[in-house]
Nanobody
């Protein structure tokens, strides 16, 4: 069993910052990519940012490019999402996802990941 645990969500005013963390642990597995997705009420779960472990390839959705930064700590099997200049439209539940199968590209869809966290709420007030 692989456990994926997110932390760092909360309530922040527009223009503020939050840092999300996600740690993967459990049975022996190899991380090949980790990603952050978000889902607002009534909407689909969409990619925010993702990183491929070996080559550090990174993907950002257009809506967060220039404001969010994804980074990783290999030793801790942890990925972070630094979110700056937050906007009310960033309000959503943020999910962390882990891929344990080799890939040559950064997966950007939910089908590209096998293990998921429970999600952490991010609320940005105007």
């Amino acid at each position: 069993q692989v456990h994926v645990v997110e932390s760092g969500g909360g309530l922040v005013q527009a223009g503020g910052s939050l840092r999300l963390s996600c740690a993967a642990s459990g049975r022996t597995f190899t991380t090949y990519a980790m990603g952050w997705f978000r889902q607002a009420p009534g909407k689909e779960r969409d990619i925010v940012a993702a990183i491929r472990w070996g080559e550090s390839n990174i993907y950002y959705s257009d809506s967060v490019k220039g404001r969010f930064t994804i980074s990783r700590d290999n030793a801790k099997n942890t990925v972070y999402l630094q979110m700056n200049s937050l906007k009310p439209e960033d309000t959503a539940v943020y999910y962390c996802a882990v891929r344990d199968v080799y890939t040559t590209v950064v997966p950007t869809t939910t089908r590209g990941y096998k293990y998921w966290g429970q999600g952490t709420q991010v609320t940005v007030s105007s």
